[in-house]
C-alpha cells in the first residue's frame, strides 16, 4: 500500500523519488530539538490547560481534518482527535499528547510530562505531516505506541516513506532517540529500494527484522492508524474535550475512617440516597476498585481503592483480548491527587455509563 501510494504522491508532484529521498525527517535534522523548554510549575491540569490555551490555533487547524472512507459502499467522514491524555511513562500522571498545525502544509507532535510538581515538554518531532498530500493515504498521519514506561515508538511517513523512531526516557523525563529506522521506495523498480538503520545502509531482511522487534515491544498504542475503530482518527479526544476533562474538579474521596473531630460520622454505612452524577462519562461504582496501568492483569498493578457507591470519571475502554472482557481506564481521586489506572468494566453500575459513549484505545 504505501509504495501504491508513493507512486501516486509522486504523479502528483510530478517529482520522482531521488528528489524525495534528499528531504531530511524533521527530528533528526535537528538533532532532538525541543522548541518549548519553560518548565511549568503547579498542578498538571493546571498547566496542561495552559499549555493547550498556547497552542489553540494550531491544533484546531489538525483538528478541522476530516478523513474519508467507503464503508458498505457510502462516503464516511471520520473526524480528526489530535488530543489525548495517557500515561505513557507509567507513574500514574498522565501525558498531554497532541498534533497541531502551524500552518497549511505540515503537522508537528508534541509530549508534555509531569512529576506532580512540575511540567515540561518531553518530545517534539517536527514536519511528521505533509497536509497538502497524506490525505490520500489511509489512517492517522502517525502510529505511536509505548511500552508501558519504557520506551516510546512513533512511525509516520515523511513524503509517505516510513521512518520509524524508537525513543527511552531519561533521567530527566524527557524522550531521547534510541534508533531509528527509514525506508526508501524506488517507485519505478523495488530492487532499488533503499534500507536504513540509524543512517548506516542495510539490506531488507536486517531492516524488517530490526522493526519487527520495535512493533514486538508495544504494550500501548495511542493513535488509530488503520480503520479499526471508525469513530474517530488521530488520537483519542479533540480539543475541546481535553480542555473540559482538565477542567472538571476533581470528585471528593469519601474517607474510609470518620475524622476524629466527627465522631458520630458512619463512614462504612451504606448511602441512603444515590450519589449524584458529577457530569458526562462518570460512572457509578459497585464495588472497590483494584486497579492495573494497562487493561489487563498482564500489566502492572496500580493498587484498590476505597470508592465504592462513587461516581467516578471513565475516559476510555480497551478490549482484553486473552480474558475476553473489557477494562475502563478511570480518573481515581487519591490524596488531592488525580491517578488514572485500568479497572475491569464489572465494576461499574451500567445503567449510569455506556460503553458506546467511550473511546477506545488500542493495546
Known sequence: MKRIIAGLLAAVMLCGASALAVEPDGYIASGGQINDLREYTGVWRDAYQ????NHFKAILAYQGRTQEYQLNGQNVKVPCSPVSLTDISGDGIPELIFMEAPNDSRGDLYIYTSDGRSTKCALYISGITRLGYDDIGNGFDLYLSSANGGTLVAEYDEYEWPWVLQF???????????NYLRAEYDNSDMNNDRYYINGSLTVS??????????????TMTLSAYTENDLSHYGLSLRWEDAVSALKESAPTAVPTVAPTSRPTAKPTS????????KGKNYGLTIDKLATRKGPGTQYEGGGTY???????????KAWDKRNGIWWVKCEIPYHGEIRILWTGWKRFDHSTISLDDLPTEHW
Request: hydrophobic share 30%; no cysteine.
Open 50 to 53: 495552559e499549555i493547550l490555551g
Open 205 to 218: 531482511d536486517e531492516y524488517e527484522k530490526t522493526l519487527k522487534a520495535m512493533r514486538n515491544g508495544r
Open 168 to 178: 527511552t526516557r531519561n533521567a530527566l523525563g524527557r524522550y531521547t532517540l534510541l
Open 270 to 277: 451504606k448511602p441512603t440516597s444515590t450519589p449524584k452524577r
Open 306 to 316: 476505597s470508592v465504592k457507591g462513587q461516581y467516578i470519571k471513565v475516559l476510555a
